[in-house]
């Protein structure tokens, strides 16, 4: 049997170990929950630059007791240049290279914001302490991954002639697993922030360094796109479930979708787990959920619809009205793609952060920015050239596949949970919340288990229902049966994303899990 890893002070999950030591570390001086989490985004920046960076976007949900949950958005928006006119000749926005990068990175803002509002707990980590286990693994090195190994491999013919790629993360050609990978420009990067402080990454000789140097390489990005720049403090969307109330971001973010897929499948009276009917009915939500996702998930200030309003009783009531049990509905339907990484974080106090930092496809645009050591999302990609919801205007928010989750259930607990993977965010959300919450099975119990994919995640442009090898075969020839387009994949494939969980129960019990899919583990105090 698997089992969670329990401690009472303090505990933080990551899908690199080291990652989720240097989170911990902090707590064992004394830090809170926040101040471990931007400890463990710094370090993972460093460790896993396939799938995270400071150049990328962050999402933040905070809960502390006695308060309601409080949400940061920390995605910027497209460059002041970035409109049709400037991408005039091209049939769609580059995924790769300079042209690629044309939105402002959010992350180390959010974790600006995220650090002033946890200030209010007492004492403060100084930010040269909490950037302090980045700059070490930078200078020193680390063996590089097998993901990340095969992801450059994989990605090679993308990103080998993109400015600074290959005399960053392959000087000696492809990389092969255990090789050491030292980063001592972004160590120089993270060390001048450690001393001018966060802010210089957007108005100080960092802003000015990055604004120049992606400005050479053809970017549509300025100094005063990084200067005009912060981070906001958001409400986060809530679903009332018979468990307990979920939580997630807003638009631009797909977290709508998420609290709908759960919300619409607790309608459903599903009573075990892993069998046709709890996969085909989560399959089915997710199929609702994203329809009305890709109609209208955006830019919240160029939405026309309040995507609060589809986390209604009478709106899910409807759009559960339409999940027949036993028939699978018409798909596909446009997919959304995205790399990135989840990681949670809970203290001795209660207080649980649940945090996603992400550059979109592995290795974003694949451009370092030249004396930073800075590879820069293409999260920009997301936009569209045409007049779709998603079109390209100067200063407007992308649409983010990015969703962090929080429950605070009606026992008492408090949980922090999700994963990377695109479209498989939601979907890999749904499968561990319905375990562990609705039919009690262990939390590692519930993430190591098989899992599923509807659509598209990893470069793979197919649309149909991918499940790992060790679900039942019965189950999957049910699922064929109901009309399902189903794809047997490897098992623990990295398709099905990287998951994580931690919890605080009303004992002051935390407990956490990670996914033997990734390089994690839960580093407990």
Same mark, same amino acid.
């Given at each position: 049997?698997?089992?969670?890893?329990?401690?009472?002070?303090?505990?933080?999950?990551?899908?690199?170990?080291?990652?989720?030591?240097?989170?911990?570390? $902090?707590?064992?001086?004394?830090?809170?929950?926040?101040?471990?989490?931007?400890?463990?985004?710094?370090?993972?920046?460093?460790?896993?630059?396939?799938?995270?960076?400071?150049?990328?976007?962050?999402?933040?949900?905070?809960?502390?007791?006695?308060?309601?949950?409080?949400?940061?958005?920390?995605?910027?928006?497209?460059?002041?240049?970035?409109?049709?006119?400037?991408?005039?000749?091209?049939?769609?926005?580059?995924?790769?290279?300079?042209?690629?990068?044309?939105?402002?990175?959010?992350?180390?803002?959010?974790?600006?914001?995220?650090?002033?509002?946890?200030?209010?707990?007492?004492?403060?980590?100084?930010?040269?302490?909490?950037l302090s286990d980045a700059i070490g693994h930078a200078k020193a090195g680390v063996p590089i991954t097998r993901s990340q190994v095969q992801l450059t491999r994989d990605k090679w013919?993308?990103?080998?002639?993109?400015?600074?790629?290959?005399?960053?993360?392959?000087?000696?050609?492809?990389?092969?697993?255990?090789?050491?990978?030292?980063?001592?420009?972004?160590?120089?990067?993270?060390?001048?922030?450690?001393?001018?402080?966060?802010?210089?990454?957007?108005?100080?000789?960092?802003?000015?360094?990055?604004?120049?140097?992606?400005?050479?390489?053809?970017?549509?990005?300025?100094?005063?796109?990084?200067?005009?720049?912060?981070?906001?403090?958001?409400?986060?969307?809530? $679903?009332?479930?018979?468990?307990?109330?979920?939580?997630?971001?807003?638009?631009?973010?797909?977290g709508v979708s998420a609290l709908m897929i759960i919300g619409l499948f607790d309608r459903l009276g599903v009573t075990e787990a892993d069998?046709?009917?709890?996969?085909?009915?989560?399959?089915?939500?997710?199929?609702?959920?994203?329809?009305?996702?890709?109609?209208?998930?955006?830019?919240?200030?160029?939405?026309?619809?309040?995507?609060?309003?589809?986390?209604?009783?009478?709106?899910?009531?409807?759009?559960?009205?339409?999940?027949?049990?036993?028939?699978?509905?018409?798909?596909?339907?446009?997919?959304?793609?995205?790399?990135?990484?989840?990681?949670?974080?809970?203290?001795?106090?209660?207080? $649980?952060?649940?945090?996603?930092?992400?550059?979109?496809?592995?290795?974003?645009?694949?451009?370092?920015?030249?004396?930073?050591?800075?590879?820069?999302?293409?999260?920009?990609?997301?936009?569209?050239?045409?007049?779709?919801?998603?079109?390209?205007?100067?200063?407007?928010?992308?649409?983010?596949?990015?969703?962090?989750?929080?429950?605070?259930?009606?026992?008492?607990?408090?949980?922090?949970?999700?994963?990377?993977?695109?479209?498989?965010?939601?979907?890999?959300?749904?499968?561990?919340?319905?375990?562990?919450?609705?039919?009690?099975?262990?939390?590692?119990?519930?993430?190591?288990?098989?899992?599923?994919?509807?659509?598209?995640?990893?470069?793979?442009?197919?649309?149909?229902?991918?499940?790992?090898?060790?679900?039942?075969?019965?189950?999957?020839?049910?699922?064929?049966?109901?009309?399902?387009?189903?794809?047997?994949?490897?098992?623990?494939?990295?398709?099905?994303?990287?998951?994580?969980?931690?919890?605080?129960?009303?004992?002051?019990?935390?407990?956490?899990?990670?996914?033997?899919?990734?390089?994690?583990?839960?580093?407990?105090?």
């Amino acid at each position: 049997m698997l089992h969670s890893k329990t401690c009472i002070g303090g505990m933080v999950t990551a899908p690199h170990h080291l990652a989720a030591q240097a989170g911990a570390a $902090v707590l064992r001086e004394g830090g809170n929950a926040v101040e471990a989490m931007v400890a463990a985004a710094a370090a993972i920046a460093v460790v896993y630059p396939h799938m995270n960076g400071i150049g990328g976007d962050g999402f933040w949900v905070i809960s502390e007791p006695g308060h309601e949950p409080v949400a940061i958005q920390a995605c910027g928006p497209s460059a002041g240049l970035a409109d049709r006119d400037f991408y005039a000749g091209e049939a769609s926005i580059p995924t790769r290279g300079p042209r690629a990068a044309l939105t402002v990175a959010g992350a180390v803002s959010g974790w600006s914001v995220a650090l002033a509002h946890a200030s209010r707990w007492g004492k403060a980590l100084p930010v040269s302490r909490l950037l302090s286990d980045a700059i070490g693994h930078a200078k020193a090195g680390v063996p590089i991954t097998r993901s990340q190994v095969q992801l450059t491999r994989d990605k090679w013919d993308q990103l080998y002639d993109q400015p600074g790629f290959v005399d960053t993360y392959a000087p000696a050609g492809l990389p092969s697993e255990g090789d050491i990978l030292k980063q001592p420009a972004l160590a120089a990067t993270l060390e001048r922030m450690a001393h001018a402080g966060l802010d210089d990454f957007y108005r100080g000789d960092l802003a000015n360094t990055l604004s120049s140097g992606l400005q050479q390489l053809g970017s549509p990005l300025r100094a005063a796109d990084l200067a005009a720049y912060r981070a906001q403090m958001v409400t986060p969307l809530k $679903v009332q479930l018979r468990s307990g109330s979920v939580y997630n971001l807003p638009p631009p973010t797909q977290g709508v979708s998420a609290l709908m897929i759960i919300g619409l499948f607790d309608r459903l009276g599903v009573t075990e787990a892993d069998g046709f009917a709890h996969i085909h009915s989560l399959v089915e939500a997710t199929k609702r959920a994203f329809i009305l996702r890709n109609a209208h998930v955006t830019d919240p200030a160029h939405m026309s619809v309040n995507a609060r309003d589809w986390l209604t009783e009478a709106l899910l009531e409807s759009e559960a009205a339409f999940i027949r049990p036993d028939l699978a509905a018409p798909w596909p339907h446009a997919a959304k793609p995205g790399d990135t990484i989840w990681m949670g974080a809970a203290d001795a106090q209660g207080r $649980v952060v649940s945090y996603i930092q992400s550059i979109f496809w592995e290795f974003g645009s694949g451009v370092v920015v030249p004396d930073t050591g800075v590879v820069w999302q293409n999260r920009g990609a997301s936009f569209s050239l045409d007049d779709s919801v998603n079109q390209l205007l100067p200063g407007k928010l992308p649409f983010h596949t990015l969703n962090p989750s929080l429950a605070k259930l009606n026992d008492g607990r408090t949980i922090a949970y999700g994963t990377m993977g695109g479209e498989g965010q939601p979907q890999t959300q749904a499968a561990v919340f319905t375990r562990h919450v609705m039919f009690g099975q262990n939390m590692q119990q519930a993430i190591s288990a098989p899992r599923w994919l509807l659509g598209r995640t990893w470069g793979d442009v197919s649309t149909n229902l991918k499940v790992e090898g060790r679900i039942d075969l019965q189950t999957i020839e049910a699922l064929r049966r109901a009309g399902h387009a189903v794809e047997i994949v490897a098992d623990y494939a990295d398709m099905m994303g990287h998951a994580g969980a931690v919890a605080v129960h009303p004992s002051g019990m935390i407990e956490g899990a990670t996914d033997p899919r990734a390089d994690g583990v839960c580093a407990g105090v």
